[in-house]
Nanobody, 124 residues
Framework: QVQLVESGGGLVQAGGSLRLSCAAS????????MGWFRQAPGKEREFVTA????????RYADSVKGRFTISRDNAKNTVYLQMNNLKPEDTAVYYC?????????????????WGQGTQVTVSS
């Protein structure tokens, strides 16, 4: 079992920044890949970014490339999402997820555990 708890969401103006954190507990954190997804009202949950177990491989959605940065600290059992130059269309609930296969994938069905989500609201 893996428990994931996100934090760091909030309200920010367009062009601003936020840093999300996801603290993991349960299984050995360095044994699985981690991803961030988001879901806006009335839309499906979508892939944002993912990172391999050791941070050596990262993928980003085209919509966030150059603005968002994922990182992980295996000593702290935490994955981070630094979000810069935020836009109103980034408004969503952001979820972190764990993939026990260690693969860095973009599909929600590949992930085994999910956090409860944290709201990010970007005002124009």
């Amino acid at each position: 079992q893996v428990q994931l708890v996100e934090s760091g969401g909030g309200l920010v103006q367009a062009g601003g920044s936020l840093r999300l954190s996801c603290a993991a507990s349960g299984r050995t954190f360095s044994s699985y890949a981690m991803g961030w997804f988001r879901q806006a009202p009335g839309k499906e949950r979508e892939f944002v970014t993912a990172i391999s177990w050791n941070g050596g491989y990262i993928r980003y959605a085209d919509s966030v490339k150059g603005r968002f940065t994922i990182s992980r600290d295996n000593a702290k059992n935490t994955v981070y999402l630094q979000m810069n130059n935020l836009k109103p269309e980034d408004t969503a609930v952001y979820y972190c997820a764990a993939d026990l296969t260690r693969l860095v994938v973009t599909t929600t069905s590949a992930y085994d555990y999910w956090g409860q989500g944290t709201q990010v609201t970007v005002s124009s």
